[in-house]
């Protein structure tokens, strides 16, 4: 019985402490389930650091790229600026320079286009001069069947036919050959005049000629023959030609009008070949 007694009461503790032994457990297993979540919660905010860290490296690094590039493009376009500037630079001098010689060749043209307007104007001033002497020394000789016109630094003189030829003739009679060494002294006197003359005739057609075109070139030219052959004005200062009827200064519906237009035109204008040959030397 006393065996069988301290039997039981062992049992008895040991179940009870057993049972504290399992308490404990659970206990140590509840605590070390908890110390995981922890762990495991540490793990993860060490991943996510770890991967932010990485991030952050990362960016940095992309920055640091970033920054690396453009601290470059920064340098290139510095570099280029400056080259730009000097280039500019350059530029500015070189436009300045062509600046100047253009300027120097406008003064230049515009020296010589004082000196060519100060020889046109001069040219003009002899020329009037020339031409007024000139026409009065004609209005004292010819005082009839004559008229002097000054138009435009042009003087046009116009002699009747009968100071010249006879009626129906081209051959210069002799006192038409006398009036015309009378020109030609005046023409000789002022070599920078020069003379075109003019044959003109009434509508009726003449005899012994093709038509009155042609008998007035043929009477011009019979003037110019004896002014160049005769009296020894330059050829080159006279030129010869004819209107015919085309140029009538009356009507040739009356006999009047009819002499009127059988006539003879001398135009005396300047000899504007000295001058341009001035204005050729200047632009040379």
């Known amino acids: 019985m006393a065996f069988i007694s301290t039997s039981c009461i062992s049992k008895k503790n040991f179940e009870a402490t057993l049972a ?28 996510t650091l770890s991967l932010n860290l990485a991030t952050a490296q990362g960016a940095n690094q992309a920055l640091t790229a ?8 920064i340098d290139e376009v510095q570099a280029q600026l400056e080259n730009e500037r000097k280039d500019k630079s350059s530029t500015s001098q070189s436009l300045s320079s062509t600046v100047r010689d253009k300027e120097n060749i406008i003064k230049e043209r515009d020296a010589k ?3 060519i307007a100060g020889a046109i104007t001069q040219f003009e001033e002899n ?29 046009r003189i116009t002699l009747d036919e009968s100071l010249l030829f006879r009626p129906g003739s081209a051959r210069v009679r002799t006192a038409g050959i006398q009036n015309l060494k009378k020109i030609a002294e005046f023409m000789n006197k002022y070599p920078t005049l020069k003379l075109n003359v003019i044959g003109n005739t009434d509508n009726k057609k003449p005899k012994n000629y093709k038509d009155n075109w042609d008998f007035s070139v043929i009477r011009a030219s019979a003037v110019v023959k004896v002014l160049t052959k005769e009296y020894e004005l330059s050829p ?36 504007f070949d000295r001058v341009v040959k001035e204005i050729k030397k200047e632009l040379e």
């Open 113 to 115: 286009i004082e000196k």
């Open 236 to 271: 080159s200062r006279v030129l010869a030609a004819g209107k015919g009827e085309f140029a009538p200064k009356a009507s040739n519906q009356t006999k009047e009008g009819q002499a009127s237009n059988r006539r003879i035109d001398f135009v005396i204008t300047p000899r």
């Open 127 to 155: 020329q009037n001069k020339v031409l007024g002497e000139f026409r009065y020394d004609l209005e004292q000789l010819f005082q009839d069947k004559q008229s002097v016109d000054y138009v435009n630094s042009e003087i």
């Open 66 to 73: 970033t920054q690396d590039k453009i601290l470059d493009r």
């Open 20 to 47: 504290q032994h399992e308490v404990e457990k659970q206990g140590y297993e509840n605590r070390i389930a908890i110390l995981d979540r922890q762990i495991e919660l540490r793990n993860t905010q060490i991943d």
